[in-house]
């Protein structure tokens, strides 16, 4: 609903004839303008010093990692768990909000509050007081009111201090900027031409909304569809030039077009040059056909209603229906324009119908939307309340509440209704922390704190750590903690990107997936056999101490066990201490393994032949791209595992890699011998643990794709054996894809 404020030139005094003193009037409208800015803050410490979210925590290590910025940001296997939604500009975002925590947390303080919460707020507060008063004629009352009454919805309040995402918030505050943006154009005057420059700023606002997250691309649609309705609905005096109109439209159509070009082609060409895979567009295809089933209207039709009773302090829907003949008459009453009316009650309705096809498109993409019920009270409806927000705005200014004598009222009710949305807070915070999700990282963060608190008190006899790092390298605990402490890989994070001490050429980013790895039941330390391998990559990781804690291991004798394997690897131990139940290992430096460092070439699949050993149906999920899909022997590991590459022509082999998938990283060679055969013979190019470089991987790759990486020094290859000669007990042995390349 689109307004052209009507102002009265008639002094404000003389309408009511019971206006206080202009200094009255001023220190009143001041000090109701504070409580918006109260219940800012409140909601930026809605959750004390934060919460952080378990995804968020591994977002959190993937930007503090010492990559190129590019390479990071356009990586949406790392930042969206590979499902690509086109939505870098809030990636950048979450980039910078983990620079400023972990800029607070070298200085001593961990706080999960991000600032793009706090910031984002802050800014919103700000656009909406500046346009509400500019653009919508509101006073300062009014307008401190209505914002106050968005501010205090449970859903702004919860999502401003978890640390999770940035996208909703930016698309809400790109989204009132934009809404500000066109109605600022259509208040111009008919006879003027607007600048050039307010509808570049319209464009980029919009694209801006669309490279945030999906929702800011319907919005986007959603507003261009009312704003046709408006025009075409509007008396021809009321509507603006025909040029501005078509140039609003316009420029809508252009940032659609623009970002869809970006999500369809240049960003998948940038992450492919910047990180060597397509991006996966499964998640952005919906299957419309859901839509002719009433199910997933009735639930959007429910969460709908249940986010206007969030924004009116749950006032019972039949007490709002009650209201709706008076509030009818009311508007008839105080607008002129009849027809107006009616384009305004068909714009009305058209929104609530958008939106509630964008919750019903939400709750079929992700359905843990509906299902899980904090999932409501949070992030995800962020720019529904904006527009609640717009649309009683831009009623008020229709009305021209600043001059009726019923905006007492008005004001009195929107306190009322900020009050009751602010006496909700304990049960609404209550749902979201019984709720399944949510529960878990609120209790996740409260451990880190009281693990943080107590180490900072030094009391941290209790604390489990695994990886920690020091001036002179990584140092390692065992027993596997069930959980890690976060801190802990915000350490190693930053001992890495620093490029300081044992661990400068580790990923930081990458220690939690290591830690699941070895605590999982096909974890190498469950097999003391690779003892000697995974001390090996730990050493090749930066490791320089590895101490075992005797005490924590629930079978005495699978501790000691542990410490007897360690110390059967002689070889690579340059010191032993044990104090009580603590034996401390000191590990030799490692030697690095060959790595190369010309251009090297891809070969094409054309270029070789690809044989195996076990289920040779399989081998074209080796080549088909898909990192989901897998070869494997299907049987446990005896050493007589092969794959073979023979090549057209004679290859100087450079490097290879087999691809895993971190569901399966256990499914690794125990043992792995690549023997290269040309005219000349036979040589060996490598010959050892597949775990060594397969936590290189780990440490090195992203969460999905982690590898096997083995780079070889000069060859003449006709055929290329790899052989896996190890044994397991039960595990076989799993490849995702594997690819060569040659110097």
């Known amino acids: 609903m689109m307004v052209r404020p009507v102002v009265s030139t008639s002094n404000t005094a003389q309408n009511t004839g019971e206006e206080p003193p202009v200094s009255r009037t001023f220190l009143w409208s001041w000090c109701v303008s504070l409580i918006p800015i109260l219940i800012g803050l409140h909601a930026v410490g809605f959750w004390g010093r934060g919460i952080v979210d378990r995804e968020a925590r591994a977002f959190i290590l993937n930007y503090l990692a010492d990559r190129p910025l590019g390479a990071i940001l356009f990586d949406p296997s790392l930042n969206d768990w590979g499902a690509y939604q086109a939505r870098e500009l809030s990636y950048l975002v979450d980039y910078f909000d983990a620079q400023i925590?972990?800029?607070?947390?070298?200085?001593?303080?961990?706080?999960?509050?991000?600032?793009?919460?706090?910031?984002?707020?802050?800014?919103?507060?700000?656009?909406?007081?500046?346009?509400?008063?500019?653009?919508?004629?509101?006073?300062?009352?009014?307008?401190?009111?209505?914002?106050?009454?968005?501010?205090?919805?449970?859903?702004?309040?919860?999502?401003?201090?978890?640390?999770?995402?940035?996208?909703?918030?930016?698309?809400?505050?790109?989204?009132?900027?934009?809404?500000?943006?066109?109605?600022?154009?259509?208040?111009?005057d008919r006879t003027r031409r607007p600048a050039v420059w307010m509808f570049a700023l319209l464009f980029f606002v919009g694209l801006g909304m669309v490279l945030s997250d999906r929702q800011g691309l319907f919005f986007l649609l959603l507003f261009l569809s009312l704003y046709v309705l408006w025009v075409v609905a509007s008396p021809p005096s009321f509507r603006p030039h025909p040029r501005t109109s078509l140039s609003i439209s316009g420029t809508c159509v252009a940032a659609v077009l623009v970002g869809t070009v970006y999500n369809q082609v240049i960003a998948p060409s940038l992450i492919r040059n910047l990180n060597g895979y397509d991006p996966d567009f499964s998640y952005q295809n919906l299957n419309l056909e859901n839509l002719w089933s009433i199910i997933p209207w009735q639930q959007a039709g429910q969460m709908f209603l249940h986010q206007a009773e969030l924004w009116c302090g749950n006032v019972p829907l039949w007490a709002l229906t009650a209201l709706l003949p008076a509030a009818c008459w009311w508007y008839r009453k105080n607008t002129m324009d009849k027809r107006g009316v009616v384009r305004d009650a068909l714009v009305t309705l058209a929104t609530v119908g958008g939106l509630l096809l964008m919750i019903a498109l939400m709750i079929i993409r992700h359905p843990a939307v509906y299902t899980i019920p904090d999932h409501s009270y949070w992030y995800y409806f962020l720019p529904t309340h904006v527009v609640f927000l717009l649309g009683f705005s831009l009623l008020c200014s229709r009305?021209?509440?600043?001059?009726?004598?019923?905006?007492?009222?008005?004001?009195?009710?929107?306190?009322?209704?900020?009050?009751?949305?602010?006496?909700?807070?304990?049960?609404?915070?209550?749902?979201?922390?019984?709720?399944?999700?949510?529960?878990?990282?609120?209790?996740?963060?409260?451990?880190?704190?009281?693990?943080?608190?107590?180490?900072?008190?030094?009391?941290?006899?209790?604390?489990?750590?695994?990886?920690?790092?020091?001036?002179?390298?990584?140092?390692?605990?065992?027993?596997?903690?069930?959980?890690?402490?976060?801190?802990?890989?915000?350490?190693?994070?930053?001992?890495?990107?620093?490029?300081?001490?044992?661990?400068?050429?580790?990923?930081?980013?990458?220690?939690?997936?290591?830690?699941?790895?070895?605590?999982?039941?096909?974890?190498?330390?469950?097999?003391?056999?690779?003892?000697?391998?995974?001390?090996?990559?730990?050493?090749?990781?930066?490791?320089?101490?590895?101490?075992?804690?005797?005490?924590?291991?629930?079978?005495?004798?699978?501790?000691?066990?542990?410490?007897?394997?360690?110390?059967?690897?002689?070889?690579?131990?340059?010191?032993?201490?044990?104090?009580?139940?603590?034996?401390?290992?000191?590990?030799?430096?490692?030697?690095?393994?060959?790595?190369?460092?010309?251009t090297l070439r891809l070969v094409s699949n054309k270029d070789f032949q690809l044989s195996a050993s076990h289920n040779a149906h399989s081998l074209p999920r080796l080549l088909d791209g898909d990192v989901n899909t897998e070869w494997s022997t299907a049987q446990r590991q005896d050493g007589s595992e092969w794959l073979t590459l023979v090549f057209d022509r004679a290859t100087d082999v450079a490097r290879i890699r087999l691809d895993m998938h971190r569901r399966s990283f256990g499914d690794y060679p125990r043992t792995l011998r690549i023997e290269s055969s040309s005219n000349q013979g036979n040589s060996v190019l490598y010959e050892g643990s597949g775990l060594v470089p397969l936590v290189r991987g780990v440490l090195h790759d992203n969460f999905l794709r982690s590898a096997i990486e083995l780079d070889f020094t000069t060859n003449y290859t006709k055929k290329l054996q790899i052989q896996q000669t190890g044994q397991t007990v039960e595990t076989p042995w799993s490849v995702y894809e594997i690819r060569v390349w040659k110097r």
């Not at 903690?481 to 890989?489: K, V």
């Not at 401390?584 to 030697?591: E, G, I």
């Open 101 to 188: 925590l972990a800029g607070l947390y070298s200085q001593g303080m961990l706080l999960f509050i991000p600032a793009s919460g706090a910031l984002g707020l802050a800014l919103f507060m700000a656009v909406y007081s500046a346009g509400a008063i500019r653009l919508l004629r509101l006073d300062r009352v009014s307008t401190a009111m209505l914002l106050s009454l968005f501010l205090s919805s449970m859903v702004v309040q919860a999502s401003s201090a978890i640390f999770y995402r940035s996208a909703k918030i930016l698309v809400s505050l790109l989204l009132l900027t934009f809404l500000f943006q066109t109605i600022s154009l259509v208040q111009i």
């Open 399 to 598: 009305l021209a509440i600043h001059q009726s004598k019923w905006r007492i009222g008005v004001w009195l009710a929107t306190g009322i209704l900020v009050g009751l949305n602010i006496s909700h807070y304990s049960t609404y915070r209550n749902v979201m922390l019984e709720s399944s999700w949510f529960s878990e990282q609120a209790a996740y963060t409260e451990r880190t704190f009281d693990k943080y608190d107590r180490l900072q008190s030094q009391d941290d006899q209790s604390v489990r750590r695994w990886v920690t790092a020091e001036q002179f390298g990584g140092v390692l605990r065992l027993p596997v903690p069930a959980e890690d402490y976060f801190p802990d890989s915000l350490d190693v994070a930053l001992a890495t990107k620093a490029g300081v001490g044992a661990l400068a050429h580790a990923g930081g980013m990458q220690w939690p997936l290591l830690r699941t790895f070895f605590d999982r039941n096909t974890s190498p330390l469950n097999d003391l056999s690779q003892s000697s391998a995974a001390l090996a990559a730990w050493r090749d990781n930066g490791i320089r101490q590895v101490i075992v804690e005797l005490d924590r291991y629930a079978d005495a004798t699978r501790g000691q066990a542990v410490v007897e394997a360690i110390r059967s690897s002689s070889e690579q131990i340059i010191g032993e201490t044990q104090r009580g139940s603590v034996v401390q290992f000191v590990l030799a430096d490692s030697v690095p393994l060959h790595r190369e460092t010309q």
